[in-house]
Every structure is written in structure tokens, then in C-alpha cells.
């Protein structure tokens, strides 16, 4: 007679790849995530259009970067998925299904990090996919005016990935919020004031230190990444992207650490 034994929190057959199968097909099959997945395209696919089709040489606009004009949807988009990444998390708990979540995986962690590794995958995918066409569609209209552009010009490709990764990294910060404060509106109402409305009062200050500091806040460091010329006074793409994925890696960190702590 054989004895199975299993590591202490481990359920048998529970691997990360059917985790990973579990959080995609749970991700899918709400209305939220097509509600605010169509959302969030339409915002940036409308306002490029919008914006490539209304855009006059003389009108004022010459000196804008060509990628942020025909992106500029996406900060409508961005706070869409946002919500969604919220929603992702914070859902849960708004409904009690983290209870079965928890109790089918009982080390808890792997459904945490299953639930950022999809929406971080399906949320670039998405972005960059939208961004391109947007891009290029506005692209049809810019044709003879001083906007016009192509994607092999120089740090246009580069931009329109960055913006993508820069709507990802923010939503994986929502995402962080939503899973720590495990409510829907706290979360949110965290997003909207500590990340859009906070630096925009601290850039009230008059302090070159406030100044500094504001480079690396994630909207502003997204700003940079999704822009095809330098940006003065930002800092560099570089230092944008990493100053993201730290805010992304310390949104994440916090409710690992509940989930620890905590009995759900």
C-alpha cells in the first residue's frame, strides 16, 4: 500500500498553468470585462479619429506630439481598464466568489498572480492592437498635414508600444489597489484621487523637489513612455518604465503580503 503525500497548502492537481486556465476563463466570461474592454476601445479609437479628422495645420496644435494626438483617447480607455482591473480583484470579494478562488487553491498567492498575469497579458495585447490601428487610421487624415507620420519614423514605434505598456502598468496598479482595499468604489476612489488628481495638487507646488519627484509618479512616467520626442522636464523613457513597473511591483506587493496575513 502506497501513501500520497502533498506538500502542506498544496491541493492535489492544482498547477499553475490551470490556475492561469481558471482566472482566463473567469476574466471572459463577465459582462464587466466586455463592457469596459469595448469602452476602452472606443474611447481610443473614437477620439484618434476625431481628432485626425478634425486637425488643421494652422490651428495651433503643430508643436504636440504626433503619437499623443492620436492617442489621446487612451486616457479616457486607460481609466476603462482600469476599472476593470478593479474589478478583476475587488469583484471578488464584492461577491463573495473569493471564497471558492481561495478554497480551490489554498496557498492563495498563485490566484493573486494568475489574476495579474491575464489581465496584464489581454490589457497590453489589446492596447497595443488598438493603438496601432488608431494610430494608423488617424494616420489617413494627417496624410497632408504637418502631423503626418509613419511608424518607422524615429521613436514613433517605440511610442505607440509605450503608450500601450504605460495603460498596462497602470491597470496592474488599479488591479493592486482593488485586491489590497477589496472594495470596488474604495478602490476606485483611490485610482481617481491618489493617481490622476494627487499629482496634478502637488504640481501646484512651487518646490523643485515636489517637481523632481512628480517625474516618477506613474501618470506622468505613462506620459513619457507614450510620447515619440522628449518630453522637457520628464525623465527619460528609461527611468519612466522602471519608476512604472516599481509602483506596478509595490501595488502587487501590498495585498501579497495580506493574503498572507489574513483569513480571506
Request: glycine fraction near 10%; aromatic fraction near 6%; hydrophobic fraction near 55%.
Amino acid at each position: 500500500m502506497t501513501t500520497t503525500t502533498t506538500t502542506p497548502g498544496n491541493a492535489p492537481g492544482i498547477t499553475p498553468a490551470r490556475v492561469l486556465r481558471s482566472e482566463w476563463h473567469k476574466l471572459w466570461t463577465v459582462r464587466s470585462t466586455w463592457i469596459t474592454v469595448l469602452t476602452a476601445v472606443a474611447f481610443l479609437l473614437g477620439v484618434g479619429l476625431l481628432m485626425g479628422a478634425t486637425y488643421t495645420s494652422d490651428g495651433g496644435d503643430s508643436d504636440v506630439d504626433t503619437v499623443v494626438l492620436t492617442l489621446y483617447g487612451s486616457r479616457l480607455g486607460g481609466i476603462a481598464l482600469a476599472v476593470l482591473g478593479i474589478l478583476v480583484t475587488a469583484g471578488e470579494y464584492a461577491t463573495g466568489t473569493v471564497r471558492a478562488s481561495l478554497t480551490a487553491v489554498p496557498r492563495r498567492l498563485p490566484v493573486l498572480w494568475a489574476k495579474a498575469a491575464v489581465y496584464t497579458a489581454m490589457v497590453f495585447a489589446l492596447s497595443l492592437t488598438t493603438a496601432l490601428l488608431t494610430f494608423l487610421t488617424a494616420q489617413v487624415f494627417l496624410d497632408d498635414t504637418d502631423q503626418a507620420a509613419s511608424l518607422t519614423d524615429d521613436g514613433v514605434l517605440a511610442a505607440v508600444a509605450g503608450n500601450a505598456a504605460g495603460v498596462t502598468l497602470l491597470g496592474v496598479i488599479a488591479l493592486g489597489l482593488g485586491a489590497a482595499l477589496r472594495s470596488v468604489p474604495g478602490a476606485i476612489g483611490a485610482f481617481v484621487g491618489g493617481v490622476l488628481i494627487v499629482p496634478e495638487v502637488l504640481g501646484m507646488l512651487p518646490y523643485e523637489a515636489v517637481d523632481t519627484a512628480l517625474r516618477y509618479f506613474p501618470t506622468q512616467a505613462a506620459g513619457v513612455l507614450g510620447s515619440s520626442t522628449a518630453l522637457p522636464g520628464a525623465a527619460s523613457p528609461g527611468a519612466a518604465l522602471l519608476a512604472l513597473l516599481l509602483w506596478a511591483s509595490a501595488a502587487l506587493a501590498v495585498p501579497t503580503l495580506l493574503l498572507k496575513r489574513r483569513d480571506v
